[in-house]
């Protein structure tokens, strides 16, 4: 079982998606689980602020050290093994690769023991020695938003991870972008597909080849007719053929 805490002020914008389809399923089947902290609940004051201004000027607002330490903290009091994700656009690129990884639940890090100024991305890379086995991963995702976060924030982070090069208002989204692909690999989760199916899929060298469905002609686009011929030989032959590598 995979079990995904997640940090965050909207648990509302992430609970119908998570208790939808495939995420749903991988619940219902204890192969997945899905915990909320509400980072409200460590916010300073008669109005629980976890935000506060910039030192040096600029605009908007960041997200406060103490709440989320102490958010994560309560989190990892009780599973110290825990390690901490922050959304980030200034993190390393999320992959196919990455996802497999911790669905497979064999990227083990050391706790973070990098400052916040050095390279972010650096801790993305694991060396073959620090790789082990573990069949309950535990992952804290904390969700900024507001316009961004105290960098000591990242001392406590194991995973700094971009969704893509482009910015988002909160770390929600790419939280569950980050769930949904590593969930989906778990064997059972998608029910049909063998393990060794998807295994072969999320190492990001697999072969897609055009599919079709009824209806034979949709609107004068016919579906080839080597699909149609039972002879499976020449069925292979034409998928490899037309096989384009996914962009991973
Ligand atoms: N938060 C805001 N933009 C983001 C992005 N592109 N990836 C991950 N987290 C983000």
Known sequence: MIRFTIITLFREALEPYLNTSMMWKAQEKKL???????????????????DDTPYGGGDGMLLRCEPVFNAIE?????????????????????????????????????????????????????PEEQVLANSAPHYIILCPHYEGYDERIMSIVDYPISLGKYVLTGGELPALIIIDSVVRLIPGVLGGESSALIESFSDGDNLEYP??????DFRGMKVPDVLLSGNHGEIDKWRKEHSRKAEM
């Not at 390690?83 to 690129?93: D, R």
């Not at 599919?211 to 034979?216: I, N």
């Open 32 to 50: 997945a689980s899905f915990d909320f902290v509400d980072l409200r609940e460590f916010g300073l004051g008669p109005h629980k602020s976890v």
């Open 211 to 216: 599919q079709y469905t009824k209806p034979y």
């Open 74 to 126: 309560s989190v990892k009091a009780k599973d110290s093994s825990a390690k901490v994700i922050l959304p980030t656009p200034v993190g390393k690129v999320w992959t196919q690769e990455m996802a497999r990884k911790m669905a497979g639940g064999i990227e083990r890090l050391k706790p973070a023991s990098l400052g916040h100024t050095q390279d972010r991305s650096a801790k993305l890379t694991v």
